[in-house]
């Protein structure tokens, strides 16, 4: 028998209230996962994962849902303010993302992001923290960078950082020196691109936040972050949009080679 599980509470956000009506329509119209998935051109299983949260739907999808439903544009106005509005589960979701991505592509203005730290860079920020458990915040940091770099050259890494973050000395100067050193070992990884925006570039449009693209097999999602917190954008003309922020930025950083030479420069002021 297969396994039947309760629906979505639609209070805990707009994703799970869009997942919720999903399912309550389909049942309403008396449709099986198989029946539905043959509207919106999906398997049974995809249809599935629609209705759990475990997948997020997209708008070619939401329209053959209103076509066949009769529902005008509702289910394209709720994925449209799903996307607009705050996710709770925001942090879990990206999660799956990053284990399902081909390339993630980043800018960092002011830390090195986590999967290019050392240990003791990463712990440095830890400790910073407002977290009570250090020591679990700091486990699964270091989970999340061991199952980064498994995937080998299987997931490729564009990484763009302002030259401030080489010359913050988080954790000291024995901390900083290992890591630039970890820097340039990554760098020379074939899969591994990282650039840095010299001081000398002046002003860009880097000052607004980090922000990460991942690639995925059919599409890209971004995340676009910030001081209290950031959003995660699957919308494809945001998506677009925040690609072209990245290249923007990218303009300004120097070449990989050059970029190498800047943190080397900065390796000989923490030895």
């Not at 639609?10 to 198989?34: D, Q, V, Y």
């Not at 299987?154 to 890591?179: F, H, I, N, Y």
């Not at 630039?180 to 591994?192: G, K, N, P, S, T």
Request: glycine share 8%; hydrophobic share 40%; aromatic share 10%.
């Amino acid at each position: 028998m297969p396994i039947v599980r309760d629906p979505l509470d639609p209070r805990i956000s707009m994703w799970h209230f869009l997942a919720f009506c999903m399912r309550f329509f389909r049942e309403k119209m008396g449709l099986s996962l198989t029946q539905c998935g043959e509207i919106m051109g999906l398997a049974r299983s995809s249809v599935s994962n629609l209705e759990s949260g475990r997948r997020r739907p997209q708008d070619d999808q939401m329209r053959k849902l209103d076509m066949a439903y009769g529902t005008g544009v509702l289910f394209q106005v709720l994925l449209w303010f799903a996307r607009m509005a705050h996710d709770p589960d925001w942090g879990r979701q990206i999660g799956r993302y990053e284990d399902e991505a081909v390339s993630i592509k980043s800018y960092h203005g002011q830390v090195i992001p986590l999967a290019l730290q050392t240990d003791d860079y990463t712990w440095s920020y830890v400790k910073a923290s407002k977290f009570k458990d250090l020591d679990a915040s700091m486990a699964r940091r270091t989970a999340k960078k061991k199952a980064y770099w498994e995937k080998g050259d299987s997931l490729l890494t564009w990484t763009v950082l302002d030259e401030a973050v080489l010359a913050r000395p988080v954790g000291g100067r024995d901390v900083m020196r290992k890591q630039l050193e970890h820097l340039l070992e990554l760098a020379d990884r074939q899969y591994v691109s990282i650039r840095i925006v010299p001081f000398s570039s002046g002003e860009y449009m880097g000052v607004d936040g980090w922000l990460q693209i991942l690639g995925l097999e059919d599409r890209d999602v971004g995340y676009s972050g910030a001081q209290s917190g950031g959003r995660l954008i699957e919308s494809p003309g945001e998506v677009r949009d925040l690609s072209i922020t990245f290249d923007r930025i990218s303009v300004k950083a120097a070449s990989e080679e050059a970029s190498c030479e800047i943190i080397k420069q900065y390796l000989e002021r923490y030895t």
